[in-house]
């Protein structure tokens, strides 16, 4: 990889924490309920996506299967919205980004259960690490426990 590309996947890097982080602030600052703004959300990226499609000539058909596929990914992608700005509204922004930066522990767990792999010894003590981690953060504010949920 040259210099150039390294930096350009630097600043990739930084512009998407940085849109990640914003949007659990904006997820705050409006004042619609969780469900509503991912509706909104779905709605525009979904208009935003036609027009490319349009602009580009290119085939949105898809078969049977990838459409089960895209429908499952964007349900399990959906809900997940919709639990991330509902935590955000019931605690804080900084509860809910510490909480969904557990998703690697998630990960772990589940990984070796679909790809029916054994667990690697070093996931077991990120794991624990990420646990006493968020043990730490939250021992100490129980009244955001709603949000961690």
């Known amino acids: 990889m040259t210099k ?8 990739i890097l930084h512009l998407t924490i940085l849109i990640w982080g914003f949007t659990g602030i904006l997820g705050s600052l409006i ?5 509503h703004l991912v509706w909104y959300r779905v709605s525009i ?3 935003a ?27 399990v992608v959906g809900l ?10 019931v605690s804080t922004v900084s509860v809910t ?9 998630f990960t ?5 259960i679909v790809n029916k792999k054994r667990i ?3 996931d077991i003590v990120v794991g624990l690490v990420i646990i006493i981690g968020i043990y730490t953060i939250f021992s100490f504010e129980t009244r955001y426990l709603v949000g961690l949920l």
């Open 120 to 122: 690697a010894l070093l």
């Open 108 to 112: 772990a767990i589940l990984e070796p």
């Open 80 to 89: 997940h919205w919709v639990l991330f700005f509902y935590s955000i509204k």
């Open 45 to 47: 990226a979904s208009i």
């Open 4 to 11: 150039i590309q390294l930096n350009r996947n630097i600043l």
């Open 49 to 75: 996506l036609l027009i490319y499609f349009l602009v580009t000539k290119q085939s949105i058909v898809v078969s049977r299967k990838q459409f089960l596929q895209f429908f499952m990914v964007g349900a």
């Open 31 to 35: 004042s619609v309920s969780a469900l």
């Open 97 to 105: 980004l510490v909480t969904l930066s557990s998703v690697t522990l």
